[in-house]
């Protein structure tokens, strides 16, 4: 069966640093990876997501994450974050293309310090 | 605008009161799937649809019932509802090989 982890349940940073969020994956076959942001009291955004190809994957907002299978691991990053990145991050992993059984991990939410 | 509705967005019931939550999307989006939220558990697929009759199980689907006889169409039915399901419930659609796109949300309550 498929899973997530994302190890870090809350972390902070504070505006202009960098930011790196984990995620960790189990999956038999090739993976389809997606980051989501949630803000509060909103759904769900895309933010990137990983089917083939280049490993390091540019999104919205200035994310970017790289796709490690010896690692099994699909990092977020960000260079500078600003106040408005505060929210909850979501990482998930689906199988047969992506949009059939969808399994996310358990989230990390940011919060931004000024 | 293409979108993901969900209806109601509130909702306070009382146990064994049946209740649907309806979603649509305008994308004709073949794939459809409800989540169900829950502080420091994530989001849980409940159910998912790989087209109109097509139906399976996610990995909490005990208590809830799906149904798809309209591509743009994925009604949440509790049949029986108690209160381990009050949580914030999300409907879900894409195409072949995309991400999912998600409605805004129903916050359920069930006392």
């Known amino acids: 069966a498929q899973s997530v982890t994302q190890p870090d349940i809350h972390i902070t940073v504070s505006e202009g640093a960098s930011l790196e969020l984990r995620c960790n994956y189990s999956?038999?076959?090739?993976?389809?990876l997606f980051w989501y942001v949630q803000s509060p009291g909103q759904g769900l955004q895309l933010l990137l997501k990983?089917?083939?190809?280049?490993?390091l994957v540019q999104g919205i907002k200035g994310f970017e994450a790289e796709f490690k299978r010896s690692q099994s691991s699909f990092n977020l990053r960000k260079p500078s974050v600003h106040w408005s990145d505060a929210a909850e991050y979501f990482c998930?992993?689906?199988?047969?293309?992506?949009?059939?059984?969808?399994?996310f991990g358990t989230g990390t939410k940011l919060q931004v310090i000024p | 605008e293409a979108q993901v509705t969900q209806n109601p967005r509130y909702l306070i019931t009382v146990t064994g009161k049946k209740l649907t939550v309806t979603c649509s999307q305008n994308?004709?989006?073949?794939?459809m799937s409800w989540y169900r939220q829950d502080p420091g558990l994530g989001l849980r697929q409940i159910y998912y649809?790989?087209?109109?009759?097509?139906?399976d199980k996610g990995d909490v689907p005990e208590g809830y019932k799906v149904s798809r006889k309209e591509k743009r169409n994925f009604p949440l039915i509790l049949e029986s509802p108690s209160p381990n399901q009050t949580s914030l419930y999300f409907c879900?659609?894409?195409?072949?090989?995309?991400?999912?796109?998600f409605g805004p949300g129903t916050r359920l309550t069930v006392l």
């Open positions: 879900a659609s894409s195409s072949r090989y995309n991400e999912q796109f």
């Open positions: 999956y038999g076959a090739t993976p389809y």
């Open positions: 990983y089917f083939s190809g280049d490993t």
């Open positions: 998930a992993v689906g199988e047969n293309g992506g949009y059939q059984k969808v399994t």
């Open positions: 994308m004709n989006h073949e794939y």
């Open positions: 649809s790989m087209n109109v009759e097509v139906t």
